[in-house]
Nanobody, 118 residues
Framework: QVQLVESGGGLVQPGGSLRLSCAAS????????MTWYRQTPGKERELVAV????????SYTDSVKGRFTISRDNARYMVYLQMNSLKPEDTGVYFC???????????WGQGTQVTVSS
């Protein structure tokens, strides 16, 4: 059974930090590109950060560059998103995504809420 389980969300003040985690199981994690997305009410789901299957390549949406860091631990089937200097506009539900486009395989987690507010 494939599972992606996000954790680490919560309420934080502007300027604060959070570390999101995503635990993967039920598929060969090391073959998948991992991505964090976020969604706010009334808006489309937005790609936040991507990491390649081996972890050697990362990419970020412009609004989080220099503040967020994506990483993965292939031995533990985990992917992380370290979020620093958080802003109110970072508020949203953060989703973990696993994708292997060569075989048309994709999985989603249920999401974790991040709220940045004073």
């Amino acid at each position: 059974q494939v599972q992606l389980v996000e954790s680490g969300g919560g309420l934080v003040q502007p300027g604060g930090s959070l570390r999101l985690s995503c635990a993967a199981s039920g598929f060969t994690f090391t073959l998948y590109t991992m991505t964090w997305y976020r969604q706010t009410p009334g808006k489309e789901r937005e790609l936040v950060a991507v990491i390649s299957s081996g972890g050697g390549t990362t990419s970020y949406t412009d609004s989080v560059k220099g503040r967020f860091t994506i990483s993965r631990d292939n031995a533990r089937y985990m992917v992380y998103l370290q979020m620093n200097s958080l802003k109110p506009e970072d508020t949203g539900v953060y989703f973990c995504n696993a994708r292997r486009p060569t075989v048309g395989s994709e999985y989603w987690g249920q999401g974790t809420q991040v709220t940045v507010s004073s």
